[in-house]
């Protein structure tokens, strides 16, 4: 995990995750592990008996994409809500960004926390998914102690 700086700001952006490929094979392994088979997401004939052109990822995939570029910069004992809105479907084969920016700083207690707002865009395409985090921020390193000229300390 890498530390987030301790001078974070507000319009701070975590560096993205790398871009993420749809793939069929993605799609089955996470139905496997969620236990979502839903047919839009594993079915072809399904996916288009309901107007959709092919199969589509499962929001909860995107969710997890986000919570993993987040828990990359924050212990998950910081992260304290994470939510997020479906805009649009995902279609399998689609490149994904997913992205966070700093929107907020709060004092909270004797520390500070970050609001993020996040998002899984389709490269080239559209915003799928928008959403929002709230972290718990890392205690600023302590001030340097000064000396004065006689060596006590001020």
Known sequence: MTVLPA???VGFELPELSEQHITRTLLVRFAGASGD???IHLDPG???SVGLDDVIAHGMLSMGLLGRLL???VPVGDLLSFRVRFSAP???HARLRC???VRAIEPHGAGRRARLSLAVRIVDGPLTVRGEALIRLPEP???PVRADRE???A
Do not use: S
């Open 7 to 9: 001078d974070l700001d």
């Open 37 to 39: 088979h839903n047919p």
């Open 46 to 48: 399904a996916a288009r």
């Open 71 to 73: 828990t990359a910069w």
């Open 90 to 92: 995902t279609p399998v």
């Open 99 to 101: 992205t966070a920016r």
């Open 141 to 143: 390193p302590p001030a």
């Open 151 to 153: 060596g006590a300390r």
